[in-house]
């Protein structure tokens, strides 16, 4: 499955991920923010509709540069990567149905 459920601290560069290939997803967020707690029963619902699809939670917050390369500004924000560029974006979701239109458009 490629939903994931935590958050963690930076563990990819913006350079890695303009180099990447395929479908992917970066969530920024954190793991005490209850907005993202709360889209989460969205994002996850979605995401298991695209197994094959990397989801990756990124923690946010002051101090990390990866969020204000894309320049997010809100919780949660997913980035919709296709080939290492932007294709689309979410921010704080309201309901499954707008990821899975962003979906649709990196497969």
């Not at 298991?48 to 540069?65: A, F, Q, S, Y």
């Not at 390369?69 to 309201?94: H, S, Y």
Request: hydrophobic share 35%.
């Amino acid at each position: 499955m490629s939903y994931t459920s935590q958050y963690t601290p930076e563990t990819l560069s913006r350079d890695e991920l303009d180099q990447s290939t395929g479908p992917m997803v970066i969530e920024f967020g954190t793991n005490w923010c209850g907005i993202c707690q709360s889209a989460q029963a969205d994002i996850k619902a979605a995401m298991d509709n695209h197994p094959n699809v990397l989801h990756v939670k990124v923690e946010d917050g002051k101090g990390r540069r990866l969020g204000r390369t894309f320049g997010v500004k809100l919780w949660p924000t997913l980035i919709f990567l296709k080939e290492g560029g932007e294709i689309a974006r979410v921010v704080r979701p309201d309901d499954s149905s707008d990821i899975e239109d962003a979906l649709q458009k990196i497969h």
